[in-house]
């Protein structure tokens, strides 16, 4: 337990112009007559195209935290703030505009849509932005390997297929940060490095951070900072050099 975790010394301490900033976030889950605390006084920072990994073990509390970064659920206290908007202060349809301009999502809850081909997936976040863009859409189809498949619907493709085009989809609009959770959790080594490849390639063509959970060493080692959670907290005792080859 450290004592000097107050608010005041970690805007101190954050450097100002971090892309998304995360404050003493904290979750409680009720479970029967509980209360069990699963993010306890979390501060994070991400700067522009920087690739952050989180590791640390099951239940530790990884995919509650990035579903906090993405705003796609609420601490109980505590905020995140991206480029300077705090996050919380939105209403739905503001959140909604900056999780499609902003944010792109590798989540495994965040299926593909089933009734949609490859080609149309990968354009649906602009298309619900109103900003269709055919080239964009061929230019990451290719990218990823997928033209073949462009007219395929998603339970027509392999799993290192969907993960393929669920990363086409993420950085499509060019997305300020992108969140991904165990991205290649469900792929062979071959198709898990293809797909980490890709996510890399693009993150370094449109400049996007990355936000990645992983279990996976491999990846650890190729972030620029790797973060360990532990019991709902940052582990500091962990940091990124030991991950680092030198
Ligand atoms: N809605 C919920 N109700 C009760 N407990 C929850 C809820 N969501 C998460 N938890 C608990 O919070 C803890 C953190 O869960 P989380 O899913 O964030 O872990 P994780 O680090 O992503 O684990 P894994 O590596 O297995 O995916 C776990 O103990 C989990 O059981
Ligand atoms: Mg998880």
Redesign the pocket.
Known sequence: MTSNNSITSNLATSPNNALLRATQLNKT?T?GEQK?A?IKDVDIHVDAGEFVVIM??????????LGLLAALDYPDNGSVELAGTTLSSLDEDALAAIRQRDMGFVFQSFHLLPTLTVAENIAFPLDIARRPDKARVNELIAAVGLEPRRNSLPNQLSGGEQQRTAVARALVSRPKIVFAD?PTGNLDEQNADQVMQLLLDLRQQTGSALVV?T?DPALAEMADRVIT?HD?MIDDSHDDKQFAHG
């Not at 640390?56 to 935290?65: Q, V």
Request: charged share 15%; net charge positive.
């Open positions: 889950v479970v069990l699963i640390g073990k099951s239940g530790s509390g990884k995919s509650t935290l165990e959970v279990h959670m709902g």
